[in-house]
């Protein structure tokens, strides 16, 4: 398996931009590079935790449970249950990514996939109770059930034009 354009293309897009802010500020090039490793060991364990959980779920979960469950074959009740789990997980959208990607490629739908990640990114089930207490129970409640189904929306549409 060789290395991906796109791969190729966003990695020499950092590199010249990398250049390029060096050769307009050293020092603010340097403390972005800090803020940036910083945030990188800050997500390790995320990163390593979903590593693990895509071996057991690999090891654990045939394809054909994957396909059947998350596949097309699912049906909107395969998109709601993953648009559940992404709103229910507290886990950074960037690190969904891998996760996603392995899902697809044991047979999900690309619609699932992208139920998962929207809900993980627009609904907030573990934040809903400081939100409650920032912007009351109504609209805390109301912001989360309409993110909920437009990002089921999305995932819809996503589907569709991607299938």
Same mark, same amino acid.
């Given at each position: 398996?060789?290395?991906?354009?796109?791969?190729?293309? &966003?990695?020499?897009?950092?590199?010249?931009? $990398?250049?390029?802010?060096?050769?307009?500020?050293?020092?603010?090039?340097?403390?972005?590079?800090?803020?940036?490793?910083?945030? !990188? +060991?800050?997500? *390790?364990? #995320?990163?390593?935790?979903?590593?693990?959980?895509?071996?057991? *779920?690999?090891? !654990?979960?045939?394809?054909?449970?994957?396909?059947? #469950?998350?596949?097309?074959?699912? =049906?909107?009740?395969?998109?709601?249950?993953?648009? &559940? +789990?992404?709103?229910? $997980? #507290? &886990?950074?959208?960037?690190?969904? !990514?891998?996760?996603?990607?392995?899902? &697809?490629?044991?047979?999900?739908?690309?619609?699932?996939?992208?139920? !998962?990640?929207?809900?993980?990114? *627009? +609904?907030?089930?573990?934040?809903?109770?400081?939100?409650?207490?920032?912007? =009351?129970?109504?609209?805390?409640?109301?912001?989360?059930?309409?993110?909920?189904?437009?990002?089921?929306?999305?995932?819809?549409?996503?589907?569709?034009? $991607?299938?």
């Amino acid at each position: 398996m060789g290395i991906s354009l796109p791969a190729i293309v &966003i990695n020499l897009f950092v590199l010249v931009s $990398l250049i390029a802010s060096f050769s307009k500020s050293k020092e603010k090039s340097l403390q972005g590079l800090r803020i940036a490793i910083k945030s !990188f +060991v800050k997500m *390790m364990p #995320y990163i390593i935790i979903i590593i693990l959980f895509i071996g057991i *779920m690999q090891g !654990f979960l045939s394809k054909e449970i994957i396909t059947q #469950y998350l596949g097309k074959s699912s =049906g909107f009740g395969g998109v709601i249950f993953a648009g &559940i +789990v992404g709103a229910i $997980l #507290y &886990i950074p959208s960037l690190v969904s !990514f891998p996760l996603v990607a392995s899902l &697809i490629e044991s047979g999900a739908s690309v619609m699932v996939a992208a139920a !998962f990640i929207t809900t993980l990114t *627009m +609904v907030g089930f573990v934040t809903l109770p400081l939100e409650i207490k920032v912007l =009351g129970k109504k609209l805390a409640i109301l912001r989360n059930l309409f993110s909920f189904i437009i990002a089921l929306i999305i995932a819809v549409i996503v589907g569709m034009i $991607l299938a």
